[in-house]
């Protein structure tokens, strides 16, 4: 059990500061394993977390080291609230791609870099509410998603779509960080009204404490693109993509953000299951 405690306590990072899941169901028990967890660093119990598909895993179990700042369980994203299906900030990916995923991180660490990822298996009703606002009328967070792409065009433009990679639970959007990888975890976003573009500068978009590749996550535009980029934003986007390459992984060229591990186990199994 030793080996949970690196993730408890990034999970109690995640669970506890983030000011926008406010309106998100949480999971069962979740005060009082965090006020267990306040007084005294006990063994976790994890015997309340429902069990998963078989061959589906918590990266969080899996692979402690790994950042997680799962946006859609909070506000902070394209549609402005709480994606349906996420009921607890987790990455679950199948068993295969949580060990590829694992290899790159460990590969990586002799440079000190590290991984933090922002969403991994999505089930199909997260992906059914995506198309759902995209058919009507909310723009609040425009400026910070797809600053120059009209909402109705990002179907056609290929960010969003009846069905998703992430479906399958080997596909994952992540990013480059410096070590120790949890000290890159975000724990407050802007209000709507305060958003700044993603496409902006560094120094002048949201700081999301990764390597500068340019954009920030989520950001639907063309500038997203991985090969759309230069000096440093180039080196690390090919950094990141290289490294996943190397454990089986293939990059979405117009985001750089987006890999699935190529022998995914479940290449037509789309699923509906909660994260949680
Ligand atoms: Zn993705």
Redo the contacts with the bound molecule.
Sequence with gaps: MLRLLPFLWLAGCLGTAEPETADVPPPALADTASARLAEAPAEPDTTERPPLPDQFVRLSEYAPGIAQEMRYTTAYNFVGEPIDGYLAPECILTERAAEALAAVAADLAPEGLGLKGY?CYRPQQAVDHFARWARGSDASMKTAFYPDEARGALFRRGYIASRSG?SRGS?V?LTLVRLPAADAVLTSFPSPDRLARCDAPRGERLDERDLDMGTAYDCLDPQSATARASGAVARNRQRLKSAMEAHGFRN?SK?W??FTFWHEPFPGTYRDFPVQ
């Design positions: 969403d992430h596909t959007d979405y985001e953000w987006h």
